[in-house]
């Protein structure tokens, strides 16, 4: 078990753990993102099948093009489902310059095994981990769900190794952040104890 200091620093990674969406340019270094990698495979699964694989992507010519592909795969879906909150999100998607990764310099994929039970959990849990493991090294993150779109284009498929027996469950950013936003409030949370 946890020493007292231990618990009371793992709540505060919890707790200021938030998206980064500004990098700056600082490479990361191999043994963090391999640390970040050993945290996320500490996480539970059912089964205890460990469906996950990872594609370490420094490619930043790549992640462009992956992005280039899916911004307007995503003004189509956002303008079509018309729903509010999105009014941001696709008038930065409408700008040529925008990148979904922000210009981070590290995408890693996590990779969830097709055949087993849980993949999309389990390898959801572990990119919890490796986004906390993260913050705990001083290395700011975000899921960009939108990168999904991905798993449509057989071509970036190939570039990025993701094997046919896988699909993309996170795609997850990491880098040294630039400048950080504030942490969106949380609402309360609605709590029944039972009895
Ligand atoms: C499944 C999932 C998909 C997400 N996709 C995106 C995305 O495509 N682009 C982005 O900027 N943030 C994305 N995020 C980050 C959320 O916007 C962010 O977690 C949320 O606003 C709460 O902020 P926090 O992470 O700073 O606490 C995603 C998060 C999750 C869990």
Redesign the pocket.
Known sequence: MMTEAESIEIFSVIRE???V?NYTDRELPDEALRAIIAAGIQAPTALGLQPWQFVIVKDRALMRRASDYCKPILIEKIEEEGKSGTEEFLAALKNPEFN?F?NAPVLILVLGAREAVSSFLDCALCAENMMLAAWALGIGS??????ALIQQNPDLLAALKVPDNHQIVAPLIFGYPATLSP??VRREPRITWVP
């Open positions: 753990r938030r998206s969406r979904i922000y975000c899921w960009i769900g939108s990168a942490k969106p």
